[in-house]
């Protein structure tokens, strides 16, 4: 580990050489490479995360760029490819994993238990709850992150101490409206992004964390949050079913599937 590279964290009181180490062992797998998610995934490596699995199967296009980390030249381009250039340049130490596929149950099964961390990038409830059943389901954490119009929310996840995705977001009908349907501010998604991140480092440096939902309104300045306890009675985390983990959600499309 090139300690002069990480000069700015060694000197913060949160911060030890221990810190970096267990860090720098941690795993950490971004699913979704939008505004949120690729900033994420940045700020990852930067924080020198050796072992880094990026998860996307789209291309860049012209409105990406917008809020995304993505130039003019990568329009067309594959998301992981053009992401996973991106960190090596940041960090040549980072291994980027790119997985151009969908993050559905056959995928989960086979890979997301291998993590010590997985983020939320998406923009799509369905991908989060399989996220959620595989994280409750191995006992591995992950960072919930939205953003929309100029709104954001994050919360962490941790498996037999927090609140997970199913305890406060019960099944719903109908589809949730889309940041190509009401726009986003570009500023939105990098904020939330950086936000949860520091929720995330904070798992990976062994810290305690709380499962309190956070609530960004960019336009009005405020950013407020919710405790939310675990439900005994949740079907996820209180009565182990991951009926998200199973055959029907695999080979899904997400963008019909919410």
Known sequence: MDYLFHARHLVLSRFTHDDLERISRSRVMVVGLGG??????????ES??????IVDQDTVS????QRQMYFMGDIGRKKVSATSEYLNRINPDVNVTTYDTVFDSRFAISHAGEFDLIFDGTDNITTRRIINDISVKTGKPWIFSSAIETYGEFKAIVPGKTSCYACFMPNAEGSPQ?????GVLNSVPSTVASLAYVLGLRILKGEDVSGDIH?????????EKIKTRRNPDCPVCGKEQFNYLTDQYSCFDPRVMQ
């Open 48 to 53: 020198g995360v050796s072992d880094l699995s």
């Open 62 to 65: 012209i409105s990406n760029i």
């Open 178 to 182: 889309t940041c190509s349907q009401i």
């Open 36 to 45: 949120t998610g690729s900033t994420a995934a940045r700020l990852f490596a």
């Open 215 to 223: 609530f960004l309104d960019a336009w009005d300045m405020r950013l």
